[in-house]
C-alpha cells in the first residue's frame, strides 16, 4: 500500500485499499478494502468509502459522507457535507442483497450539494450540479443545475459553478472563465 497520504490516528485503512500520493483522510473516517481513491483527494471527517468504491484524483469529500459499493467518482468530483449514495433499490434487513448492488457514476467535475441523496442507478454528468437537499432519481445531464425532491432541472451551470445564461443565439459564457458553451438539442456543450 502507498504511504504517501496523510491519515488522522482515528481514521480506519483496512488491508488490500490503494490510495493515491498527497490525499489527506481525517477524523474517523473508514476507508474500507479495496476501495480505490486517487490522488491529492481530502476526505473529511466521519466519512464511509466501501469495499470497491472508486475515486479519481483530487475528488473533495465533505464530512459525513458514505459512499457505497457500486459508486465510482471520475476526478475533481465534489461530494457536500452529508450527501448519501444509495446501492440497492429494494432494501429489506431480512434479505440480503449483497450481490445485487446497482452503480451509479458520477462524472468528472460534478458537484453533489449538502444532504442530497442519489439513489442508485442514475448516473451524473460531468460538470452537472446537484443543490443541497436534492433527490437524484433519474439521469443527470452534463452540465445539469438539479434542486429538489424528486430532482428537476432548473437551468445549466459552468465548469467553474456559475449558473448559465444563454441569449438568442444559444450561447452563454461564463463570468469567471469567460468560457463559452452552447445549447444544443437540450444539452450543453463548452465551445
Not at 498527497?22 to 474500507?32: D, Q, R, V
Not at 490522488?39 to 479519481?56: A, D, K, M, R, T
Not at 458514505?66 to 467518482?73: A, D, E
Request: aromatic share 8%; with cysteine; glycine share 8%.
Amino acid at each position: 500500500m502507498n504511504t504517501n497520504f496523510f491519515a488522522h490516528k482515528t481514521a480506519v485503512i483496512d488491508d488490500e485499499c490503494l490510495i493515491g500520493n498527497g490525499t489527506k483522510i481525517w477524523h474517523f473516517s473508514h476507508i474500507m478494502s479495496h476501495a480505490v481513491i486517487g490522488e491529492h483527494c481530502n476526505i473529511g471527517q466521519n466519512v464511509v468509502v466501501s469495499p470497491e468504491v472508486v475515486l479519481g484524483n483530487n475528488v473533495k469529500i465533505q464530512n459525513n459522507v458514505s459512499i457505497y459499493t457500486g459508486v465510482t467518482c471520475d476526478d475533481d468530483v465534489f461530494l457536500g457535507p452529508s450527501c448519501v449514495f444509495t446501492n440497492i433499490i429494494n432494501p429489506r434487513s431480512a434479505i440480503n442483497r449483497r450481490g445485487e448492488y446497482v452503480k451509479t457514476h458520477v462524472s468528472k467535475g460534478a458537484t453533489i450539494g449538502a444532504n442530497a441523496t442519489i439513489v442508485c442507478g442514475h448516473d451524473i454528468g460531468a460538470y452537472a450540479f446537484i443543490g443541497a437537499g436534492t433527490v437524484i432519481t433519474k439521469r443527470v445531464k452534463p452540465y445539469a443545475l438539479m434542486v429538489g425532491n424528486p430532482a428537476r432541472q432548473i437551468g445549466w451551470m459552468s465548469e467553474y459553478g456559475h449558473r448559465l445564461v444563454f441569449d438568442k443565439d444559444l450561447i452563454a459564457i461564463c463570468p469567471e472563465s469567460n468560457e463559452k458553451y452552447e445549447l444544443i438539442n437540450e444539452h450543453v456543450f463548452k465551445i
